[in-house]
Nanobody, 116 residues
Framework: QVQLVESGGGLVQPGGSLRLSCAAS????????LKWFRQAPGKEREWVAF????????NYATSVRGRFTASRDNAKNTMYLQMNSLKSEDTAVYFC?????????WGQGTQVTVSS
């Protein structure tokens, strides 16, 4: 049973930082690349970051490149998203995503609000 659980969201001021976590279970974590997405009200779900199975390759949406860093600790079955220099437009629900076998799996999301 694949499960993904995001945590770490909250309220932060513009220019601030936040670290999100995605705890995974139900699959061999180290074998799979992972992604972060986000969705703001009235907007389509937007891809944010990609990380390869061992963390050696990452890629980011233009909107967050240089500010966000994805990482993972395979021993803890956890992926992270370090978010720095946050802007109001980063406000969204953030989701982690995994493609395992024939399925696409999502966590429940964690709310990030950037506001002064």
């Amino acid at each position: 049973q694949v499960q993904l659980v995001e945590s770490g969201g909250g309220l932060v001021q513009p220019g601030g930082s936040l670290r999100l976590s995605c705890a995974a279970s139900g699959f061999t974590f180290t074998n799979y690349p992972l992604k972060w997405f986000r969705q703001a009200p009235g907007k389509e779900r937007e891809w944010v970051a990609f990380i390869s199975s061992h963390g050696g390759v990452t890629n980011y949406a233009t909107s967050v490149r240089g500010r966000f860093t994805a990482s993972r600790d395979n021993a803890k079955n956890t992926m992270y998203l370090q978010m720095n220099s946050l802007k109001s437009e980063d406000t969204a629900v953030y989701f982690c995503n995994a493609n395992v076998g024939l399925g696409t799996y999502w966590g429940q999301g964690t709310q990030v609000t950037v506001s002064s």
